[in-house]
């Protein structure tokens, strides 16, 4: 029973242009999320979360949106660079360190 | 600055075998985990731990033991390794707090059992 969704697999924009992750998710008692990056051969590093008691967090190139109603969020990064190339896990917690969960991942590829 | 650490980094085993991976960090957190990733799936937590001496199942707990008898060191055990067992494991570390704050990574030990 997957409670965070992740339903692509993987997805490939031109440098400069905007990348779009989307994550879904059906536990309504979430209300933590987060965004974690991961390179090969390295674990996951934190890149950007969001309260629900907010709907848009702003970190330089990335944004995370937060649609509660629908149970949704996405990740923004605009300009993408051939550097944010990697795998993006979407995460969402009630609040407690026990209970998060985490998305299958999306492999972001970025062209020069 | 080392963070989070795993022994080993990569490991082959039979059916049968028992190992224990080690994770250890310098960061002085109070909360520590052991996820495993495999393909489709995301990362699901093992089990975890609050504080020294204390440990909890997660999701996936069954089939594994762990250990806390250091703050920084938070120990895996597969006591009979099967073949369902074959993954990527992290461990990771976050501070203490109500709400989730951001957890670090170790770099992850790929275990197959064959």
């Known amino acids: 029973d997957q409670q965070v969704k992740q339903n692509s697999p993987s997805l490939s924009v031109q440098e400069g242009r905007i990348s779009i992750l989307n994550c879904d998710y059906t536990?309504?008692?979430?209300?933590?999320f987060l965004w974690y990056k991961k390179y090969p051969a390295e674990g996951p590093t934190f890149l950007i979360s969001?309260?629900?008691?907010?709907d848009k967090n702003e970190d330089g190139r990335f944004t995370v949106f937060l649609n509660k109603s629908a149970k949704h969020l996405s990740l923004h990064i605009v300009p993408s660079q051939p550097g944010d190339s990697a795998v993006y896990f979407c995460?969402?917690?009630?609040?407690?360190?026990?209970?998060?969960?985490f998305g299958a991942g999306t492999r972001l590829t970025v062209k020069p | 600055n080392a963070g989070v650490t795993q022994t080993p980094k990569f490991r082959v085993l039979k059916t049968g075998q028992s190992m224990t991976l080690l994770c250890a960090q310098d960061?002085?957190?109070?909360?520590m985990y052991w996820y495993r990733q495999d393909p489709g799936m995301g990362l699901r937590l093992i089990h975890y731990?609050?504080?020294?001496?204390?440990?909890a199942k997660g999701e996936v707990p069954d089939g594994y033991n762990v250990s806390r008898l250091k703050k920084q060191n938070f120990l895996l055990g597969l006591e009979s390794a099967a073949p369902s067992q074959t993954s990527v494991y992290f461990c990771?570390?976050?501070?203490?707090?109500?709400?989730?704050?951001?957890?670090?990574f170790g770099q992850g030990t790929r275990l197959t059992v064959v």
């Open positions: 990771a570390s976050s501070p203490p707090g109500l709400k989730n704050t951001e957890a670090f």
């Open positions: 536990n309504s008692m979430f209300d933590y």
């Open positions: 969001i309260s629900s008691i907010k």
């Open positions: 995460a969402a917690s009630t609040g407690n360190n026990n209970d998060m969960r």
């Open positions: 960061m002085n957190h109070e909360y």
């Open positions: 731990s609050v504080g020294e001496g204390t440990t």
